[in-house]
């Protein structure tokens, strides 16, 4: 490190330093034009541990020659007819030769000669102003260094010249190299998790499929049996046969959901637009959640925008109502007794419409509202109450309504309840997952 100190005033506190108390110009020098001639009075150096171990209060030309000798990078003068006439230490060291060979050559000599021209046209744009170019630069031994050529015009006793600082590219470029290669390295492993999550959801997709068959065998011969059709049966079968069948269409519903995001996730989600009564699809499907919200006395009260109403809705009706059926089958379950729902629906702006689903239930603490629709993510309550599910439903709706081209949100407060809403296009395109 190099300092460059002006003027008297007490900062400097350091045994090496001499008594008189300096002002510190600039701490760091890398390659820019470090001080206006005249301004500065002293320089200190530094060593690797940051210990100053030279001091120098010397005439201008001197402090400028110190430095250059001193500093990290190559630099050298080049008069009008091209020959070097100074060079500091670094470049003798790029070079790998020693100043006397370097002073008075051609500068031509040490670079690739397929570079002549720009090196020319270089040096004649620096006779007017600054200028940066890149070059490659021959060593004595005929290698080869990247650098980067920083020049600016320079007059000495009326002559005019140029200064060049070279900076060493290699540095710079290896660290280039390593952060291409991180990225491949990165983009290369995004790939494999891809496909390795692909083929988790190919497996679970195939699986579902397989469970779901034997589930429906269940299913149907307990309703067959449920129902008598295979003969009488006894109250307390009869007791029996409905807790297979509430706890068989409960599994099915969990296999519906895991077979729906597996689907969505290893891309083979179908979706058929086609045009809709938003009204009938609400209606349905708050028809076959009225035995729970009748079992909870929950009032369910809708609200249909005349414009949306009036819009020519195209969408895919089963994804539209599974969407609904998960935010409502929440706001019952986390509802009490004799609370109220609303399902509202208004535009949101031209394109869009807006499907919010708001209850007075027990609402959500404000930092966890982050973690919701994320998948098996259930919130972890302050009550010991039990609520059933598998943390599915809000997973799967973030992903049905980005298919339907729109997106999810939410806003809660705890104890008071939450408004769970999907903004969703008029019109959804023709497209597959
Ligand atoms: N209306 C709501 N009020 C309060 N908390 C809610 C509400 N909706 C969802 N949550 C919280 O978000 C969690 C995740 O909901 P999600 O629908 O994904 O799962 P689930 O209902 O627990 O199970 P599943 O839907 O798979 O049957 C819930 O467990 C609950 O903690
Ligand atoms: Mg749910």
């Known amino acids: 490190m190099i300092t460059l100190i002006r003027k008297k005033k007490k900062l400097i506190k350091s045994s090496s330093l001499p008594k008189e108390s300096l002002d510190i110009l600039s701490s760091k020098s890398h390659g820019q034009p470090l001080v206006q001639a005249g301004e500065v009075e002293a320089v200190l150096l530094h060593n690797d541990q940051g210990k100053p171990y030279l001091y120098m209060r010397k005439g201008d030309e001197e402090i400028y020659r110190f430095l250059l000798e001193n500093f990290h990078e190559g630099a050298i003068n080049i008069s009008q007819d091209r020959s070097i006439i100074y060079c500091n230490k670094k470049f003798s060291e790029m070079i790998k030769s020693p100043k006397n060979k370097i002073i008075g050559a051609s500068i031509f000599e040490f670079v690739s000669n397929n570079q002549f021209k720009q090196l ?167 028809k076959t959640m009225e035995p729970l919200l009748h079992k909870k006395n929950i009032q369910c009260a809708v609200d249909i925008d005349k414009i949306v109403v009036s819009q020519s809705i195209i969408t895919d009706s089963d994804r539209f109502k599974q969407i609904l059926y998960n935010y409502l089958s929440n706001a019952i379950k986390f509802t009490s007794i004799n609370g109220k729902i609303n399902v509202n629906v208004y535009p949101q702006n031209k394109k869009f419409f807006r499907l919010e689903i708001k209850d007075n239930g027990i609402g959500i603490k404000k930092r966890d509202i982050s973690e919701l629709f994320t998948m098996f993510k259930q919130l972890k309550m302050d009550t010991t109450k039990l609520y059933q599910g598998i943390g599915l439903g809000l997973a799967l709706t973030r992903h049905l309504a980005k298919g339907l081209g729109g997106e999810v949100g939410v806003q809660s407060k705890l104890g008071k309840g939450s408004i769970f809403f999907a903004i969703l296009p008029y019109k959804l395109g023709k497209h597959n997952y």
């Open 120 to 286: 020319e046209s270089f040096l004649t744009s620096i006779e007017s102003h600054p200028a940066k170019h890149a070059f490659r630069l021959i060593s004595s031994d005929n290698s080869k260094k990247d650098v980067f050529f920083v020049g600016q015009p320079i007059k000495t006793e009326g002559n005019v010249g140029i200064s060049v600082i070279i900076i060493d590219m290699t540095k710079y470029k290896l660290a280039e190299k390593k952060r291409r290669k991180a990225l491949l390295d990165l983009a290369k492993l995004n790939k494999e998790l891809q496909k390795a999550n692909k083929a988790k959801s190919f497996f679970l997709a195939n699986m579902s499929h397989e469970l779901r068959s034997p589930l429906n065998c269940i299913i149907g011969f307990t309703d067959l049996m449920y129902k008598d059709k295979v003969g009488a049966i006894s109250k307390a079968h009869k007791e029996y046969l409905k807790e297979i069948a509430i706890s068989s269409h409960h599994l099915l519903c969990i296999i519906n959901n895991i077979l729906d995001l597996s689907k969505i996730e290893s891309g083979h989600m179908e979706l058929h637009p086609a045009l809709v009564n938003i009204t009938k699809l609400i209606t349905e499907v708050i």
